[in-house]
């Protein structure tokens, strides 16, 4: 059966296409995934007030991020190794983003490289980027994602150290997957996933093969990658990549207001109220109770994105409603790319675009610009 009616079928397709090891790295959260689950559960318990026999004639959910016009307020987030949930995932993804006219976030650990979703697409879409101890490669990859005419850099914050998914250990994570008796034992009980890999060249990290010094195969990159994020990274390093990058910028992984008071200073275009979805710091509240004081602090200064939880569109209203201008899916996104490839990426927005239209409307307003704190129930 794969009629798939909301994001939690989606997910349920995947499992079943996904090798259990691509699969439980999406489907996982740092250490005991507590902050993971609140991310959410807190959206559940924010409710709408229905109001009735209001003209819901001519609705629309056309807005605009950081300027850029998009169909509904809704990006995909970077999300790595998305090439291992479906083969040329970053390709597909990027293609389905850009037919629904949504922004599409390539990360710097995505296995198709900056060059091959700029080939594949013809719109710009964003790079996140990583910043590594490895400065001349930071360099070359701003430079690269300019060549590739990427209208924004978003600049993730909260991921200077790994946080630990014990999915990931348990499993052995690699990319591509080690030939181990259990590995090979699950990728058989999906061939479609395995023919369409063998199909494809690109099975390991596109940013980085090729690219970073020392990296020419997968040994050398496992311990690459393990050494390489930056602990030392601070809020002077935005100033140069701001600079070297010279257009619209979004910092990714705030989480507090006393950050968001100093994102906000460093003159970039907008923030992303994030806990990484629940993988780094366990514990951390959840990005949708926070967002209101982070709103209060800086929401005059800095367009507010957020993410981590949402899982419909009546989720993406109620961020709205409380203060962002944009929104990210990351798991929802990646759910759909594993049950059904391109198709299950549009899926996914076309899922989430109803949901937010119908809810938008029974809530008495026509136009997403109208959401706001008054559509939503309080005691
Ligand atoms: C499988 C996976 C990989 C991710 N990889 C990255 C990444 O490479 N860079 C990054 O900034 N965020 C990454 N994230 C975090 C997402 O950008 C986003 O913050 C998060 O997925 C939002 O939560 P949601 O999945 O509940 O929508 C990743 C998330 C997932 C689920």
Redesign the pocket.
Known sequence: MNLALDIADLKEIARRRVPKMFFD??DSGAWTESTYRA?EEDFQKIKFRQRVLVDMAGRSLESTMIGEKVSMPVAL?????TGMQHADGEILAAQAAEEFNVPFTL???SICSIEDVAAGTKKPFWF?L?VMRDKDFVLNLIDRAKVANCSAL?L?LD?QILGQRHKDVRNGLTAPPRMTLPNIVNMALRPEWCLSMLRTKRRTFGNIVGHAKGVEDLSSLTSWTNEQFDPTLSWKDVEWIKERWGGKLIL?GILDPEDARLAAETGADAIIV?N????QLDGAPSSISVLPKIVDAVGDRIEIHI????RSGQDVLRALCLGAKGT?????F?YGLGAMGKKGVKLTLDIIRKELDITLALCGKRLISEAGPELLYRD
Not at 276 to 279: A, D, E, I, T
Request: charged share 10%; no cysteine; net charge positive.
């Open positions: 790295y999406a991310n987030a970077p999300t790595g190794l990360s710097t650990m996140q990583y978003v993730t991921l990714k994030s990484h979805g629940g993988r993410d981590s939880g949402i990210y899916i990351g798991r929802p990646l």
